[in-house]
Nanobody
């Protein structure tokens, strides 16, 4: 069964850091584009950071640039999101999602939820001021 499982969420204070992990099962991570998305209370899901399978190119939404880093270790079937200098507005459920590279005609898909079709269960990140 194809599966992505997020872990590493928690509750921190402003300025602290968290490292989220996405572990893939039943698939070869190296041929999957992976993205981190989040849904804040009362808001729609948004793309946070995405990383391509082909060249490892990355995308970050403006609000997290310079603070978050997405990386992948295909041999370990894991994708991480290092979140530094967290802010209250980062509070959300964070989801790992994937799309097979064969289903994308460009080197990477847009970092928007509808481009991805395999989703994890989410992990809560809460940042208190």
């Amino acid at each position: 069964q194809l599966q992505l499982v997020e872990s590493g969420g928690g509750s921190v204070q402003t300025g602290e850091s968290l490292r989220l992990s996405c572990t893939a099962s039943g698939l070869i991570l190296g041929v999957w584009h992976i993205g981190w998305f989040r849904r804040a209370p009362g808001k729609e899901r948004e793309g946070v950071a995405c990383i391509a399978s082909s060249d490892g190119s990355t995308y970050y939404t403006d609000s997290v640039k310079g603070r978050f880093t997405i990386s992948r270790d295909n041999a370990k079937n894991t994708v991480t999101l290092q979140m530094n200098n967290l802010k209250p507005e980062d509070t959300a459920v964070y989801y790992c999602a994937g799309i097979g590279s064969w289903a994308v005609t460009t080197v990477r898909p847009m970092c928007v939820p509808h481009e991805y079709d395999l989703w994890g269960q989410g992990t809560q990140v809460t940042v208190s001021s």
